[in-house]
């Protein structure tokens, strides 16, 4: 079993749709947990990160962690065909050294549809 | 413009030729790693470094080794390059501490033949 899981898609919605992105983990050390989009020949950038459980906002992008279902999520509301990437999770222990380390999703292929 | 970036972009070589992927950061990151992306597999960790002079081993490092005598450079070498080291390669750089941002370079495409 992979230490995380995260369904590859491919996941087409059209324009304004909420989409909604998901991983599961299995590592109880996990403590950071990112979210990474990368566009087709690009390299993956940060979207967000949350530390430990909760939610996060950042304009119609929102983060949330269930560490005790040992889940975590990605909600984009109002999508726009420019969100149009592969979409991946990353996990690590954190506080520096090999802990540094992050743990990828295989990631999902999104497409939005004008 | 903080980046990190790696030369060649995209290369194909031969089975048995060895070849360097450079890999450089304006950044002052201590921390620089070294990821293949293969489909169905995701990015998976070859080789990082915490600092100049201290490298180890990830998840995959097996046919490649690394160097790190200077702070901003990490390059990623193969020595014996084989058909199964074909793969999409991303440098990262960071900080130390709890938490710090990867960033990510543009990504080398390696074909082996």
């Known amino acids: 079993q992979k230490e995380v899981e995260q369904d590859p898609g491919p996941l087409s919605v059209p324009e304004g749709a909420i989409v909604s992105l998901n991983c599961t983990y299995s590592n109880s050390a996990f403590q950071y947990f990112m979210w990474y989009r990368q566009y087709s020949r690009k390299g993956p950038e940060l979207l967000m990160y949350t530390y430990s459980s909760g939610n996060k906002e950042d304009g119609r992008f929102t983060a949330q962690v269930d560490k005790s279902s040992k889940y975590i999520s990605l909600f984009i509301r109002d999508s726009q065909p420019s969100d149009s990437a592969t979409y991946l999770c990353?996990?690590?222990?954190?506080?520096?050294?090999?802990?540094?380390?992050?743990?990828f999703g295989t990631g999902t292929l999104l497409a939005v549809q004008p | 413009e903080a980046q990190v970036t790696q030369n060649p972009r995209y290369l194909i070589t031969v089975t048995g030729k060895k070849l360097t992927v450079t890999c450089s950061q304006n950044m002052n990151h201590e921390y620089m790693s070294w990821y293949r992306q293969d489909p169905g597999l995701g990015l998976r960790q070859i080789y990082y470094?915490?600092?100049?002079?201290?490298?180890d081993k990830g998840d995959v490092p097996e046919g490649y080794k690394v160097s790190r005598k200077e702070k901003r450079n990490f390059p990623l070498i193969l020595e014996s390059p084989s058909p199964n080291q074909t793969s999409l390669y991303f440098c990262?750089?960071?900080?130390?501490?709890?938490?710090?941002?990867?960033?990510f370079g543009p990504g080398t495409r390696l074909t082996v033949l």
């Open positions: 990353a996990m690590s222990a954190g506080y520096g050294g090999a802990t540094n380390k992050l743990i």
């Open positions: 990262a750089s960071s900080g130390l501490g709890a938490y710090n941002e990867q960033f």
């Open positions: 470094s915490m600092n100049v002079e201290v490298t």
